[in-house]
């Protein structure tokens, strides 16, 4: 059975950090692309990162590139987010999912209509 299971989310001030973690299951770690996906209340999904775990190679939105990085562990089958100096305009329920081959992590290739499965996501809210 195919499963991601989300974890890490919680409440934190402008400016802090969080790390979300992916944990899959069910499929071929290194054969999907693994994103991460958020959606705010009243505003459609939208993407923020990704990660082909092959070869690493990962993709970010203009809006979190320098402050999010995205990798992954082989050994535990899990993609992690890690999330610094965050903005209110970040909360949002996070979301991962992951792109059957041949999916690639590249811009003009990564959306939410690339993705075959998805996790049950995790709330992060950025507030004083």
């Known amino acids: 059975q195919v499963q991601l299971v989300e974890s890490g989310g919680g409440l934190v001030q402008p400016g802090g950090s969080l790390r979300l973690s992916c944990a899959v299951s069910?499929?071929?770690?290194?054969?999907?692309?693994i994103g991460w996906f958020r959606q705010a209340p009243g505003k459609e999904r939208e993407r923020v990162t990704c990660?082909?775990?092959?070869?690493?190679?990962?993709f970010y939105e203009d809006s979190v590139k320098g402050r999010f990085t995205i990798s992954s562990d082989s050994a535990k089958n899990t993609v992690y987010l890690r999330m610094n100096r965050l903005r209110p305009e970040d909360t949002a329920v996070y979301y991962c999912?992951?792109?059957?081959?041949?999916?690639?992590?590249?811009?003009?290739?990564?959306?939410?209509?690339?993705?075959?499965?998805w996790g049950q996501g995790t709330q992060v809210t950025v507030s004083s």
């Open positions: 069910g499929f071929s770690f290194e054969d999907y692309v």
């Open positions: 990660i082909a775990p092959f070869d690493d190679s990962t």
């Open positions: 999912a992951a792109g059957a081959p041949p999916g690639v992590c590249v811009d003009t290739m990564f959306g939410a209509y690339a993705m075959n499965y």
